[in-house]
């Protein structure tokens, strides 16, 4: 399938698509005439990487985690078990970010006298 069939597919605009493969994350065949050519797994491949950038984990994460993974629901397989101690780091640092926020919006409710949310 060409860029803008795959890009109607997935909902992930052709900028972003040409944006994956500059990062590494689509490795689609070039035909003689330079368009690009996507395989029908490719729309998977796109719908796991929305998912883990939803996460907020950046594209050279997702470059390492992708060929871990074996559905839409982001599964990783037993190949990629060192990547486990990474995400858990990332997960942590992402709940300390969260406290942090939550701290600050609780101050601020004080402060306008709002009343402090559990």
Do not use: F, W
Not at 5 to 11: I, M, N, V, W
Not at 18 to 41: A, I, N, T, V, W
Not at 51 to 76: H, K, Q, R, W, Y
């Amino acid at each position: 399938m060409k860029i803008g069939e795959l890009s109607r597919r997935t909902g992930v605009s052709r900028r972003s698509l040409r944006y994956y493969e500059e990062q590494g994350l689509l490795m689609p065949e070039r035909l003689p005439s330079g368009y690009r050519e996507y395989g029908e797994g490719t729309v998977a491949t796109v719908r796991r990487i929305q998912i883990l950038l939803s996460a907020g984990l950046g594209t050279s994460v997702i470059a390492e985690i992708l060929p871990c993974t074996i559905d839409e629901t982001v599964v990783l397989t037993g190949q990629c078990q060192e990547l486990l101690d990474g995400l858990a780091q990332e997960r942590a640092r992402m709940t300390a970010a969260i406290d942090d926020m939550t701290a600050a919006r609780d101050i601020l409710d004080n402060l306008i006298g709002r009343p402090l949310t559990a």
